[in-house]
């Protein structure tokens, strides 16, 4: 019985009585059954209504780069994270796996801290992701496995974090640890406006 057809035939059974027998009353519990363990499933997979300003615990289930994760919150719905002030290497550029890889090491599986700051126009979340109290967020300027997000932080960042930040980043520039390794890494943002700009 094909999924989609479960309400409609839930509906005609209902509004005809006088024609129900025992073999079509089993098939409409079996039918609600199916619909109800149907809708329960969607909704644990379901992403919740984004908010601003949320705070709440999540366990991390994926790293698809060095600043996006999808997470499993308390309540079992998925949010995709986008983390907040930052930005790092796409995974086709130089040292974009290694900047995945350390995020991964440092977060997955594990149950998290999300800040929620802004919701961007693909519906991820832009968070501040904290592990036991450590900014994972700075972490990753720090350990030079991305770049503090200037253009975006001046603009909502807190005055103090955003210096923070801003010193993990010379800091490890000069250190040339990470993606600094390279005398010129190039930018994410830049290395996807070119990549824009070839496919028009």
Do not use: C
């Not at 719905?77 to 790092?88: C, G, S």
């Amino acid at each position: 019985m094909a999924q989609k057809n479960i309400p409609n035939m839930i509906i005609r059974q209902l509004a005809n009585p006088k024609n129900w027998t025992k073999k079509k009353m089993v098939a409409l519990g079996v039918a609600v059954a199916t619909a109800l363990v149907a809708n329960q499933f969607q909704n644990k997979n379901t992403t919740t209504t984004s908010q601003k300003g949320k705070i709440y615990t999540a366990k991390v289930i994926k790293v698809a780069d060095g600043d996006t994760a999808t997470v499993v919150d308390t309540h079992g719905a998925q949010h995709k994270i986008r983390f907040a002030y930052i930005d790092a290497p796409e995974k086709a550029q130089a040292y974009g796996m290694a900047s995945k890889d350390a995020l991964t090491k440092l977060i997955d599986g594990k149950n998290v801290e999300i800040h929620v700051t802004d919701v961007d126009r693909y519906q991820r979340e832009v968070s501040v992701v904290k592990l036991n109290g450590m900014d994972i967020n700075y972490e990753q300027v720090k350990n030079g496995n991305a770049w503090h997000y200037q253009t975006y932080a001046q603009k909502s960042q807190p005055r103090t974090e955003y210096n923070q930040y801003a010193a993990a980043l010379a800091a490890a520039e000069k250190k040339r640890i990470g993606l600094w390794a390279d005398k010129k890494p190039q930018e994410p943002w830049v290395y996807r406006a070119k990549i824009r700009a070839e496919q028009n």
